[in-house]
């Protein structure tokens, strides 16, 4: 296949500078004026200009043609904090609080997590991978191509383990395994309870879901009304010795060193950072470890949100994911998501381009994506914005004609116009 003739192909093929200092700089994109990609058995075999790419590759019988036109040609876009397996609603919630009452108020009185909890038990495991499948396709529409997973509505072994299968089974979805997310609502009556779950974490379903070999990350939610250091440190450190990654939820409402936790542990990435000390982010900046933004959460939850200034002026990489959940940002779209980052945390457009790309790849673990450069999976979107400067400004109005991942047109999106067979 070829796609040629983009107004604006991003290689994303560049690192930002660690500095943080604010960049505009298309370079920092790779824009490629007139592009064109190349793609073969799953896989990105040429990047440049069309006139390039068409001398390396002359376009031969039974290939795909792609006229890109006036729209931009980026990587598939990588939506890293999710908790998209979720099978029901919680807009009263959101009434609640527009009314005053607080996020942790409602999770007191049996709402939040637990509710959603109590759903998901009870969904089939059809049902589960079924509502999963068709937000992605949602997603995909948007360009997204990968999307990380979190279990944590489930909070028994058993469930668990059939959240963790949902999300294995879906095709762009990676499996992060969040048991530290609430002490589930059957044990929260009992003075022991939240000691009888943590000792079930760590004796019967970590090592449940190790011998499954589903997961590839492990979380924790590490505040005031969630988990703490103390609390989770030990099973984490095991997780990580056995294989998984370590991504965290720091400093959503409080500040109780999970900043430092996330760099202790070498975590991937430490996620939200609305309550966070100058101290905590030098330690994720010596350990490398990525800054996910969360513009949803902060503004559902009527939050100020982070300064990603400050973020990048510790030289911490920063993502943006849509954390989309049913009780703190219930959406799906990430260019939404990376319009937020930039007008109110201060990202610029081209950071946000990284946010949504690069950086969250990397943070991923997938080395296959989140640029485009010879050798890697062909995860492409073709997405109807007139110039890479459009992002923030259409606020979240993109519409993807054509998105492969590893090479496939998504069905929804093979766009017969755009899309012309060479016979
Ligand atoms: O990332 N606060 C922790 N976890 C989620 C919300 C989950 C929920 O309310 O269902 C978050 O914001
Ligand atoms: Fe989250």
Redesign the pocket.
């Known amino acids: 296949m070829l796609l040629r003739h983009a107004r604006e192909l991003l290689t994303m093929d560049r690192e930002l500078p660690r500095s943080g200092a604010p960049t505009w700089d298309p370079g920092d994109l790779g824009v490629v004026r007139d592009g064109a990609v190349g793609v073969a058995d799953g896989r990105i075999v040429a990047v440049g200009t069309t006139a390039e790419v068409e001398r390396r590759f002359p376009v031969s019988s039974g290939d795909t043609v792609v006229e890109v036109g006036d729209r931009v040609l980026a990587p598939g876009l990588v939506d890293c904090?999710t908790?998209a397996l979720?099978v029901q609603d919680?807009a009263e919630e959101f009434s609640l609080r527009l009314q005053g009452r607080s996020?942790q108020d409602i999770?007191r009185a049996g709402g939040?997590?637990a509710s959603?909890v109590r759903a998901l038990r009870s969904a089939s495991d059809a049902q589960l991978q079924a509502t999963l499948a068709r937000r992605l396709r949602r997603m995909a529409l948007r360009g997204v191509t990968t999307v990380e997973v979190k279990t944590?509505?489930a909070l028994d072994t058993a469930n668990e383990l059939r959240s963790l299968r949902a999300i294995a089974a879906v095709e762009g979805a990676v499996p992060t395994f969040l048991p530290y997310?609430a002490v589930p609502p059957e044990l929260r009556a009992s003075p022991d309870g939240r000691s009888r779950y943590l000792k079930e974490v760590s004796e019967v379903m970590l090592p449940a879901v190790l011998a499954a070999g589903l997961a590839r990350f492990i979380d924790a939610?590490v505040?005031g009304?969630?988990f703490s250091p103390a609390e989770v440190r030990e099973a984490l450190q095991r997780a990580r010795a056995s294989g998984l990654g370590v991504r965290l939820?720091v400093g959503?409402f409080d500040d109780v060193g999970g900043a430092e936790l996330a760099a202790e542990l070498g975590a991937t990435s430490a996620?939200?950072l609305e309550h966070v000390t100058d101290r905590g982010l030098d330690a994720l900046s010596s350990a490398g470890t990525v800054a996910v933004l969360?513009p949803g959460?902060a503004f559902s939850l009527g939050q100020t949100p982070p300064d990603a200034r400050r973020l990048r002026a510790h030289g911490v990489s920063v993502a943006v994911a849509t954390?989309s959940?049913?009780?703190?940002?219930r959406t799906e779209n990430l260019p939404l998501m990376a319009s937020l980052a930039v007008r109110l945390e201060g990202l610029t457009t081209v950071e946000a381009w990284h946010a949504i790309t690069a950086v969250p790849a990397r943070s991923l673990g997938l080395d296959d994506r989140g640029r485009l450069r010879p050798g890697m999976r062909a995860d492409l979107c073709v997405l109807d914005l007139p110039t890479w400067e459009a992002l923030p400004y259409v606020l979240g109005d993109v519409h993807a004609p054509l998105v492969l991942r590893a090479g496939v047109p998504l069905a929804a999106m093979a766009s017969p116009e755009l899309c012309q067979h060479v016979p």
């Not at 959940?325 to 940002?329: A, Y």
């Open positions: 904090h908790h979720f919680r996020y999770a939040g997590i959603s944590g509505y997310h939610y505040d009304a969630g939820h959503q996620d939200h969360l959460a954390d959940n049913p009780g703190t940002s």
